[in-house]
């Protein structure tokens, strides 16, 4: 999932004090097995009954295993509804006034920001770990520790034309070539599409040619202290997406949804992108194919994203909800139909296994080459920075080292400024 726009921390506060001064109440609260309305009134923990919240796509799977749940330990579970990226924003201000649930579904790279504000408990799996996707259980971790459970991963992948395109390409010369030989029959419009000033889809390209946003620290993590924007690696690629404007091949004006309609209409060669197109490809009758993406000097490794289910630090109820999100949702049944709820590549390697088909294997193998989309608090810096870089590059506004070079030294400015 591409990451969200970030809510001012301000203005959710405003909404749930406005919201209390109005009076508004859920009457959930007296029924523990209706899923409420989206409310701007977070239900909080409260001693004795687990609350829950979750985005309205996966609120029936959850209640379903609450059922169960409640029949054997003898505890209620509510569940609440919001959007998924105001699970964040309500929990971030909810929580520590003792307001917050004891458990919320949420993407991964969320966890630095609640993480190190204290908001999440550690999550001990067992056994039931090696069931799980290695770069799920890596992209939850945080600190040493494990923060979350999850349940599905997701990456880009190029998407091709199998009608332009019959074997997709190896390699970015490969790809460059298969666009250059269509442009010049007149066949396509445009030969790639990455959309440009879009980080989340280019850095699949940036690593393949070396680059990156951060190094890693001895124990593996992201490390702010490494900005590697202006490394040899990003620069090379930065060039490479110059020389693909020049030629034609990707254009500064593409956004998205002309990007989708090109290729839907068979004027687009290949379009790097993730599942949350596969359905509607597939409506469209399209002879499309997928593939990792191609390499440069080294293989691509595109961002993973992974949603999951986390425990607040201030639950409650911290062993009944530990118990719930291992015992209760760590299972096939519940993995399977969180699946069939919404497609993804399930976390749970037993449910991927039994899905599996060619669309699941072709985004397993991106995901594979992947890297965790970085979940330190310094991300919050790159996107505008990184974004900006990429569009000045696409309309040839600088040159692409400068390009990089001022991007490398605007991030280190950013994350100096946020330290404590």
Do not use: C
Request: aromatic share 8%.
């Amino acid at each position: 999932m591409k990451p969200f726009s970030k809510t001012p921390i301000i203005l959710t506060l405003l909404v749930l004090i406005l919201s209390s001064l109005l009076g508004v109440r859920t009457t959930f609260a007296d029924d523990p097995t209706v899923t409420p309305t989206i409310t701007p009134t977070p239900l909080p923990s409260i001693e004795g009954t687990l609350t829950i919240w979750v985005n309205p796509e996966r609120a029936p799977i959850i209640e379903a295993a609450g059922k169960e749940f409640t029949a054997k330990y003898n505890v209620p579970i509510r569940i609440q509804t919001m959007g998924f990226g105001d699970v964040r924003n309500n929990f971030n201000v909810a929580a520590p006034a003792g307001n917050g649930p004891d458990i919320i579904a949420g993407a991964h790279d969320w966890i630095g920001q609640l993480y190190s504000n204290g908001l999440l408990a550690p999550i001990d799996l067992g056994d039931k770990t090696k069931s799980f996707d290695p770069v799920g259980i890596q992209a939850f971790t945080y600190d040493g520790k494990l923060v979350g459970v999850p349940y599905q991963v997701e990456s880009v992948a190029l998407y091709y034309n199998k009608d332009l395109v019959p074997t997709p390409p190896a390699t970015w010369d490969d790809a460059i070539a298969i666009s250059k030989k269509l442009l010049d029959d007149k066949k396509i419009d445009l030969g790639i599409a990455l959309v440009g000033g879009d980080l989340y889809g280019h850095y699949g390209m940036i690593t393949a040619f070396g680059g990156g946003i951060f190094g890693r620290d001895t124990q593996g993590g992201y490390d702010p202290k490494q900005v590697m924007l202006d490394s040899a690696g990003s620069i090379d690629a930065a060039k490479e997406m110059a020389t693909l404007v020049k030629d034609g091949i990707v254009k500064a004006d593409v956004t998205y949804d002309v990007a989708k309609d090109l290729f839907l209409k068979g004027k687009l060669a290949m379009w790097v992108d993730g599942p949350w197109e596969l359905d509607s490809i597939k409506k469209s009758g399209l002879n499309f194919g997928l593939a990792v993406l191609p390499k440069g000097s080294k293989d691509a490794r595109p961002f993973v994203g992974v949603q999951g289910f986390m425990v607040s630090k201030f639950s409650k109820n911290a062993l009944v909800a530990q118990a719930f999100v291992t015992e209760f949702l760590a299972t096939d049944a519940v993995m399977k139909k969180l699946y069939e709820a919404q497609f993804g590549v399930p976390a749970w390697l037993p449910t991927r296994k039994d899905v599996m088909n060619a669309d699941i294997e072709a985004f397993s193998a991106s995901i594979g080459n992947g890297d965790p989309m970085p979940a330190i608090p310094a991300m919050d810096s790159v996107w505008n920075i990184a974004n900006n870089a990429v569009t000045l590059i696409y309309q040839g506004k600088a040159e692409p080292d400068q390009a990089m070079k001022d991007a490398a030294t605007a991030l280190r400015d950013a994350i100096a400024k946020a330290k404590p």
